[in-house]
C-alpha cells in the first residue's frame, strides 16, 4: 500500500491507497514544523484503515514549501556564484534580473571565471583550475557554504562544471554545490538562477526531508519516500535534498495528475476551483501539458518545465456584485468564507452563496439566502459558467469538445453543462487530488540537447536521445518494462550549420515496487 | 530624445513585434541595455534629420543564431572594439551608430553602445524590421556597401570582410560568424550622415516605443490591444495600414532545418471572427507571407506579426505552440520598402514565395 501526502500551505492531506483503490483519506493543519502535520495526517489515514505501517510499500509526497521559501524570501541561505565563462557573457552579470529583496537576502557573491562551450563544443576557454582553487578559498573564507556553478553551454557538455566542483571540493569540503547542467535548459541566464536558487534552498530541504524522513520513522513506516516534481513525476527524496528548485509547480501538477486518476482520464481539461482561484490545466496522455513560456518564480526568471496553468479569480470565497451585470471575483473572502458569507452568518455575498440559494449544495444555512432576488442569482450563475467556459476555452487545443474534470471544494459552483465541454466529471475524493496525485507519480527520464542531424542523422540523433531519456527514468527507479516515451520535440536552430537541431525526449515509467 | 528606463519595456516589447517572428528574442538585449541605464548611462535618440552630411555613422549588431545568444550572451564590449576597428579601417570617428535591424535583439545594443561609448543612436535602421542576411539592409538596396564588415569574437580575433557585392559579404561573413561559435560581434554599413537619412528605415526606434506603448496602454484600460495598434499604426507619422488578418489556433506546426534555416509553415484554424477559415503562414525564421485558402493576405517585406490573442504579446517562431491561441497582424511597410530594387534584395522571389509582390493594403 502507499501514502500520498501533500503538504500545502493550510492543510497537509494523506491519502493511503491499496493499488488503485482509495483506502482512506484525511486533512490536518500544516504545522509550522512540517513533520507533526506530516505525522498527524498520515496517523489519521492509518487509523482510520486500521491499516499497520509495515505494510505500507512507499510515501509520495508533494509540497510547496519550497517554492514558498523563495516567495517569501524565508528560510533562505547565502550563495556564492560562479561562472564559467570569460571571456564571454561579461556583459550580464549574475543575478542581474532579480529583485533586490531576494539579492540582499543571499548576498552579491559572484565570481566570473575562465571557462565555458561553444555551441559546437569546442571550449571557449580552458578551465583555469588554480583560478577555480582561489575562488573556492575566497568563498571559505568568507564562509559561505552553499556554491552555484553555471557555465556557457552546460546542458551540450558539462564536464568543466564537473571539473571545478571536484577542485572547490579539495579546497572547501564541507560546501555544498549545485551545478547548472543537473537543473535546467538551454539558456544561461534561466539556467544560472534556478541553480542560485537552488543553492539558497539547500538549508531549508535538508530540514525538510530531514523532517519527512523522522516523521516516518516516527509513524514506523520503513518504506523508501518520493517527492514529487513539477512534471508530476517522483524524485528519490536524497534527490529532492540536492535539488528542491525541482518540485516549484508540484502543487497543480499534482492536482491535475490525482484528477487524472480520479476520473480515469488520461486527455481532459483540469478545472480546479478553490477558495479564491480556479486553476485550468490540461491534461495530455495523462500529464500535464507544460507551458512554453519563460515562468517566473518570485520574481526571478526560470526554464523549469511547468505545467501550462491557467488561474482565474474565481472561487467558493468569490465576491458577488450587482443586480443585473453581476459580476463575482476577482476578490474573495478566502479562509474567512466560514465567517463572512451570509450561510455562515456573515454578511458578505459570496459565490458560495449563490451556489446554495440555487440548491446546489447544503452548506451552512439556506434560510440565510432565502431572500435573494431569483433572477439575479440565475445572473450570477450564468457569470460563474461563463468564466469558467471561457477559462477552458483559452485552454484547449482544438475547437472539437474536450472532456473535463472538475476538482477543489468549489467545484458545487459548477452545476449545468459547459459549452465547449463533451462531458464533465465531478469525481468522488475530488478534494484530496493533490494527495492522490502525488500518491500515483511516476518517475521520468529527460534529453534536451542540440544534435547535428547532418552528421549524425536524424533518426539516430532521435533514438540516442530516446535511449538516453530512458536510461534516465531507470535510473531514477521507474520499472524498465513500464518506461514509456511520452514527448519528442525538435527545435531546429535557425543559423546553425549542419541541421543543428534541439531535441528534447521524455520518458516516464511506473515506479519499481521495493 | 533620451532613453529611459520607464520606456524600456514598451521599446522591447516593440522589437519583438517589429521582429516579425525572428530576429532574436530581446530579452536578453534588453537586460543588457537595462544594466546600462541602471548604472546611469545617457543614451540620445538622435533625429536623423540632425545627422550632418559628412557625419561618419556606423552600424553595428550581432550576427549569428538567436538560440546561441541565450547562452554565450553578446558581448557589448566586443562590439564598441568593432567599432573602433571600422574607425581605423576608414581613418574617421564616427559621429552617430544606427541599427542594422529595428526587430529583435538588433534593436536594442545600438543603444547599449551609445551608452559605452556617448555616442547618439540614430532614430531608425537599415531594415525596418527584422531580416535573416546581412544584405537585406536597404542601405545596401540604395548603395551602400556592407563591407568592410568587422566580425570579432570575445578572445579579439577579428576577421575583416571586403566583399564586392553585400550578397558575398553574407557568404563570407556567415562562415566566419559560424567559425566564431555561430554568434559574432560585427560593424557594417559605415556611410554618411547623408546615405543614412537617404538610405535608411526612418523614425523607427520611436516605432517601436509608440507600438509597445499602444500594446501596454490597451491592457492597461482594458481595452482591445488590435484596436489599438491598428488606430496607432494609421495615425502613426508614416500613416500606415494595419489589420487583423485572422484569428486562431495553431493546429499544425512543421518546421525543417534546411541550409542552416528554420523554415517551416503555421496553420491556424480560425475562432471568432474567422471561424471555419484556416490561415496558413511560412516562415525563414522570420513569418514570410500568410494565406487563406488559396488566397494570399500579406507578403514580405509587409510585416507579418503572431500576437497573443488575449493580451498581444508578440510570439517568435521558437515560441510557436501547438494550441496557441493568436491573432495574426499585418501592416505595411514605408515606400522606401517597396521600390523595385527594395524588392530585389527581400522581396517574394528572393524568399522562394510564387507571388508577384502585392501592398498589404491591396490584398486585405
Same mark, same amino acid.
Given at each position: ?14 491519502v ?13 493543519p500544516?504545522t509550522a +514544523?512540517?513533520?507533526a502535520?506530516?505525522?498527524?495526517a498520515?496517523?489519521g =489515514?492509518l487509523a ?12 509520495m ?34 543575478l ?33 583550475e ?23 553551454f ?31 535548459r ?23 526531508v ?9 509513524l514506523?513506516? +520503513? ?6 516534481q ?15 528548485v ?19 482520464q488520461?486527455?481532459?481539461v483540469?478545472? +480546479? ?21 519563460a515562468?517566473?518564480?518570485?520574481g ?15 472561487g ?7 443586480d ?17 458569507a ?39 450563475l450564468?457569470?460563474?459558467h461563463t468564466?469558467?467556459?471561457?477559462a ?14 472538475l ?5 458545487i ?11 464533465l ?7 484530496v ?7 500515483i507519480?511516476?518517475?521520468?527520464g ?40 511520452i ?7 535557425a543559423?546553425?550549420?549542419?541541421a543543428a ?9 511506473d515506479l519499481?515496487?521495493? | %530624445?533620451?532613453m529611459?528606463l520607464?520606456?524600456?519595456p514598451?521599446?522591447?516589447r516593440?522589437t ?7 530576429g ?7 537586460l ?14 538622435m ?17 549569428g543564431a538567436?538560440?546561441? %545568444? ?13 567599432l ?18 529595428a ?6 545594443l545600438p ?6 561609448t ?19 539592409c ?5 548603395g551602400?556597401p556592407?563591407?568592410p564588415i ?5 578572445h +579579439? ?11 558575398e ?6 562562415v ?54 491598428t ?12 489589420a ?7 493546429v ?9 534555416? =528554420? ?6 484554424e480560425?475562432?471568432?471572427e474567422?471561424?471555419?477559415e ?24 509587409d ?21 496557441q491561441?493568436?491573432?495574426v497582424v ?10 523595385p ?20 493594403? =491591396?490584398?486585405v
Amino acid at each position: 500500500m502507499r501514502i500520498g501526502v501533500d503538504v500545502g500551505g493550510t492543510n497537509t492531506d494523506a491519502v493511503l491507497m491499496d493499488g488503485a483503490a482509495v483506502v482512506a483519506s484525511i486533512k490536518a493543519p500544516t504545522t509550522a +514544523d512540517v513533520g507533526a502535520g506530516v505525522v498527524a495526517a498520515i496517523e489519521g =489515514a492509518l487509523a482510520r484503515s486500521e491499516v499497520a505501517p509495515e505494510t505500507i510499500t512507499g510515501v509520495m509526497i508533494g509540497t510547496t514549501q519550497f517554492t514558498n521559501a523563495i516567495v517569501e524570501r524565508r528560510r533562505l541561505v547565502p550563495v556564492a556564484i560562479v561562472r564559467l565563462a570569460l571571456p564571454a557573457t561579461e556583459s550580464l552579470n549574475p543575478l542581474i534580473d532579480w529583485p533586490h529583496d531576494l539579492v540582499d537576502t543571499i548576498g552579491r557573491n559572484v565570481y566570473m571565471a575562465k571557462g565555458g562551450y561553444e555551441v559546437d563544443g569546442r571550449e571557449i576557454s580552458p578551465l583555469d583550475e588554480a583560478e577555480i582553487a582561489r575562488i573556492a578559498r575566497d568563498i571559505a573564507a568568507k564562509n559561505l557554504q552553499s556554491i552555484a556553478v553555471s557555465s556557457v553551454f552546460a546542458p551540450l557538455n558539462s564536464a568543466q562544471e564537473d571539473r571545478a566542483a571536484e577542485i572547490i571540493r579539495n579546497e572547501h569540503p564541507e560546501a555544498q554545490i549545485t551545478l547548472s547542467n543537473e537543473i535546467g535548459r538551454v539558456g544561461l541566464i534561466e539556467r544560472e538562477n534556478a541553480a542560485v536558487m537552488n543553492a539558497a534552498l539547500v538549508s531549508l530541504s535538508a530540514k525538510v526531508v530531514g523532517a519527512f524522513r523522522d516523521a516516518l520513522k516516527e509513524l514506523k513506516i +520503513d518504506a523508501p519516500f518520493f517527492i514529487s516534481q513539477n512534471d508530476g513525476t517522483l524524485m528519490s527524496a536524497a534527490y529532492v535534498e540536492r535539488y528542491p528548485v525541482l518540485t516549484f509547480a508540484s502543487g497543480p501538477t499534482n492536482s491535475m495528475r490525482g484528477a487524472a486518476f480520479l476520473s480515469d482520464q488520461q486527455n481532459a481539461v483540469v478545472v +480546479d476551483i478553490g477558495g479564491t482561484t480556479t486553476d485550468v490545466g490540461v491534461l495530455a496522455r495523462g500529464f500535464p501539458r507544460e507551458s512554453a513560456v519563460a515562468v517566473d518564480v518570485g520574481g526571478v526568471r526560470t526554464n523549469f518545465r511547468m505545467p501550462d496553468v491557467l488561474a482565474i479569480g474565481l472561487g467558493g470565497g468569490s465576491l458577488v456584485r450587482g443586480d443585473d451585470a453581476v459580476t463575482v471575483g476577482p476578490d474573495s473572502v478566502g479562509f474567512e468564507l466560514t465567517e463572512k458569507a451570509l450561510v455562515f452568518g456573515g454578511d458578505t455575498l459570496t459565490a458560495t452563496d449563490i451556489a446554495v440559494a440555487a440548491g446546489f449544495a447544503e452548506i451552512g444555512e439556506r434560510k440565510a439566502v432565502a431572500g435573494l432576488n431569483g433572477a439575479a442569482v440565475q445572473r450570477g450563475l450564468d457569470t460563474i459558467h461563463t468564466m469558467v467556459e471561457d477559462a477552458i476555452d483559452r485552454m484547449k487545443t482544438s475547437a472539437e469538445p474536450v472532456p473535463a474534470i472538475l476538482v477543489g471544494g468549489g467545484s458545487i459552483l459548477i452545476e449545468r453543462d459547459l459549452a465547449g465541454v463533451s462531458t464533465l466529471s465531478i469525481p468522488e475524493r475530488s478534494a484530496v487530488a493533490n494527495a492522490i496525485g502525488a500518491a500515483i507519480a511516476q518517475v521520468g527520464g529527460e534529453v534536451d540537447r542540440v544534435f547535428s542531424y547532418e552528421q549524425e542523422g536524424r533518426e539516430n540523433a532521435i533514438a540516442q536521445a530516446k535511449d538516453e531519456a530512458q536510461a534516465k527514468a531507470a535510473d531514477a527507479g521507474a520499472k524498465p518494462c513500464s518506461i514509456e516515451i511520452i514527448e519528442v520535440e525538435e527545435i531546429p536552430l535557425a543559423y546553425l550549420p549542419g541541421a543543428a537541431c534541439r531535441v528534447r525526449v521524455k520518458a516516464v515509467g511506473d515506479l519499481a515496487d521495493s | %530624445m533620451k532613453m529611459h528606463l520607464d520606456l524600456l519595456p514598451d521599446f522591447l516589447r516593440g522589437t519583438a513585434f517589429l521582429g516579425t517572428g525572428g530576429g532574436g528574442d530581446p530579452y536578453v538585449g534588453g537586460l543588457i541595455l537595462r544594466q546600462k541605464l541602471e548604472e546611469g548611462a545617457d543614451i540620445t535618440i538622435m533625429d536623423p534629420m540632425e545627422l550632418d552630411d559628412d557625419d561618419f555613422v556606423v552600424s553595428v549588431a550581432n550576427m549569428g543564431a538567436p538560440t546561441v %545568444m541565450v547562452e554565450k550572451i553578446p558581448s557589448a564590449h566586443t562590439m564598441v572594439k568593432c567599432l573602433r576597428s571600422i574607425e581605423r579601417e576608414k581613418g574617421r570617428k564616427a559621429a552617430a551608430l544606427i541599427a542594422a535591424e529595428a526587430g529583435g535583439i538588433n534593436g536594442t545594443l545600438p543603444m547599449a553602445i551609445g551608452a559605452m561609448t556617448g555616442l547618439p543612436v540614430v532614430d531608425g535602421d537599415g531594415m525596418g524590421r527584422a531580416f535573416p542576411e546581412l544584405q537585406m539592409c536597404t542601405f545596401g538596396v540604395y548603395g551602400v556597401p556592407a563591407s568592410p564588415i568587422v566580425l570579432r569574437d570575445e578572445h +579579439d580575433n577579428e576577421v575583416i570582410v571586403r566583399a564586392r557585392s553585400n550578397l558575398e559579404s553574407e557568404w563570407f561573413a556567415r562562415v566566419v560568424c559560424t567559425r566564431m561559435g555561430t554568434k559574432s560581434e560585427i560593424a557594417l554599413y559605415s556611410m554618411s550622415g547623408q546615405e543614412a537619412k537617404e538610405t535608411g528605415v526612418l523614425y523607427t526606434t520611436t516605432l517601436a516605443m509608440e507600438i509597445g506603448r499602444s500594446i501596454r496602454e490597451a491592457r492597461e484600460t482594458q481595452s482591445d490591444p488590435f484596436a489599438g495598434l491598428t488606430h496607432y499604426f494609421e495615425t502613426s507619422r508614416d500613416k500606415r495600414f494595419c489589420a487583423v488578418l485572422f484569428e486562431g489556433k495553431v493546429v499544425d506546426l512543421l518546421r525543417e532545418t534546411t541550409q542552416g534555416w =528554420a523554415i517551416g509553415r503555421v496553420r491556424f484554424e480560425g475562432i471568432g471572427e474567422s471561424t471555419g477559415e484556416q490561415l496558413e503562414v511560412r516562415f525563414q525564421n522570420e513569418f514570410l507571407v500568410a494565406q487563406q485558402g488559396g488566397r494570399t493576405l500579406a507578403m514580405v517585406p509587409d510585416l507579418i506579426c503572431v500576437l497573443d490573442q488575449e493580451n498581444a504579446e508578440p510570439i517568435t517562431t521558437e515560441g510557436l505552440k501547438y494550441g496557441q491561441r493568436v491573432r495574426v497582424v499585418g501592416v505595411s511597410v514605408p515606400p522606401v520598402m517597396r521600390t523595385p530594387e527594395a524588392l530585389a534584395v527581400f522581396g517574394p522571389k528572393y524568399f522562394g514565395i510564387a507571388d508577384v509582390y502585392t501592398p498589404i493594403e =491591396a490584398l486585405v
